[in-house]
């Protein structure tokens, strides 16, 4: 059965979508924007910031359904210029253990909603 996963400490989806859904024990993450929950403003300035900002939206979003990022077994970042890879990866590393990081894809697009710089959506399992 398909279980519908919400935060308010995350932004609100922009289109007809959900931020996650709980499958059994497969949590399906809707891509996230660095877009400041509280605020509804977009961080901006640097790609680390910005990428932390998905990251923080991430983690309320495993909260919200009892999950961490130790769960992640799979992530795809979506990012504008694969010139930022090393700075994305350094702000994204953070959130894991190297040992049982996640598998992950990094894609360069023409453009991400919103015009943001970088999107990143992930998989858990319980």
Known sequence: MKKI????????PIGPYNQAIMIGETL??????PMDPVTGELVSGDIKSETR????????????AD????????????????????????????YFNAATAPARET????????????EISMIAVK
């Open 5 to 12: 996963i919400t935060t308010p400490n995350a932004p609100a």
């Open 28 to 33: 399906y993450i809707s891509g996230q924007t």
């Open 53 to 64: 900002r998905c990251m923080e939206n991430l983690k309320a979003i495993l909260e919200a």
């Open 67 to 94: 999950l961490s990022f130790e769960h992640v077994v799979k992530t795809s970042i979506f990012v504008k210029d694969m010139h930022q890879f090393s700075e994305i990866n350094e702000a994204y590393g953070a």
């Open 107 to 118: 894609v360069e697009v023409a453009n991400l909603p919103m015009f943001v710089n970088v």
